[in-house]
């Protein structure tokens, strides 16, 4: 009986044996931390897209006793001045901006300079009420070759590398107009020009995606405004030999509104990489 109670407990405690080795302790690894894409820093890029915008050039003078026109001139004059010029053109240029990412939320300030390519004219003309058939015409030109905006940006991940934004701040252009006033009653001429560096303002939306390398794709939209500007002359002369009329006073405005839809690459420099699980 001794002899089985042994052969019993050799055969139990071999056994416990082998199950304890199977029991060796089994590690599972951590699991790796990726890099997620931080919007944050300073970056550069080029755009280039399509601008179609409008300008109402006016052209308009006063009544003087000594002056040369009737009184029922000054407002055929205004109606005819009172113009419309549309243009679209190719656009292009440079940026740079700085963003700061804040969870989901990034916050940045972009500043670009682009070619603009705004051109066009505008002629019209009418008898004068007053002296039929003699008539007048006038005539306007404007354009604006760069266009500069500083603009603040705000928006949102809606996921890691994608960002929804909205955009605004100041636009910057000089804008030029070129007016010609001439008649058939007497040879009748007047001119002036506009030189005048406009800062008005733009606002927009667009969308940013980060694909790698600190490189990202953008789209967006722009509407621009850069106000009126406008100017005056006295050189309005008449007859042969010319006779100058300076009390009849000229004066010339013109603005120019536009939107813009362009795309773009960026690429960003340095800025922190944030690690999750």
């Known amino acids: 009986m001794r002899k089985l109670l ?8 071999g056994a416990a044996s082998v199950q304890a080795a199977d029991l060796a302790a089994h590690y599972t690894k951590a699991p790796m931390m990726a890099a997620a894409y931080d ?6 890029g080029g755009n280039v897209g399509g601008q179609w915008g409008s300008a109402d050039p006016t052209t308009s003078t006063v009544f003087s006793p000594t002056g040369y ?36 939320a990034v916050l ?36 604006a070759d760069w266009l500069a905006t500083i603009r603040g940006r705000i928006g949102f991940l809606a996921a890691p590398t994608w960002l929804l934004y909205a955009t605004g701040g100041a636009a910057i252009a000089e804008v030029k107009g070129n007016f010609n006033f001439t008649d058939t009653f007497a040879a009748a ?8 560096t406009r800062v008005g303002w733009t606002a927009g939306a667009g969308t940013e995606y980060a694909f790698g390398g600190g490189w990202s794709l953008k789209a967006e939209y722009l509407y621009v405004d850069l106000g009126r500007a406008s ?13 100058s009329f300076p009390s009849n006073v000229y004066t010339h405005s013109v603005d120019i509104k536009s939107n813009i839809v362009r795309v773009g690459v960026n690429y960003k420099f340095g800025g922190p990489v944030v690690a999750r699980y």
């Open 108 to 143: 940045g300030l972009e500043g670009d300079i682009n070619y603009f390519g705004f051109k066009g004219g505008a002629t019209g003309s009418a008898v004068y009420p007053c002296c039929a058939p003699t008539a007048f015409t006038v005539s306007s030109q404007v354009s």
């Open 231 to 243: 100017a005056t002359s006295t050189n309005l002369a008449a007859f042969v030999p010319a006779i």
């Open 6 to 13: 042994l052969a019993a407990v050799s055969v139990v405690l």
């Open 39 to 44: 919007w944050t820093g300073f970056y550069i």
């Open 69 to 104: 026109f009737a009184a029922s001139s000054v407002p055929g004059i205004a109606a005819v001045g009172a113009q419309n010029v549309n243009s679209s053109s190719v656009t292009g240029g440079f940026t740079a901006g700085y963003n700061w990412q804040v969870s989901r």
């Open 189 to 196: 001429t007047e001119s002036a020009a506009i030189r005048d």
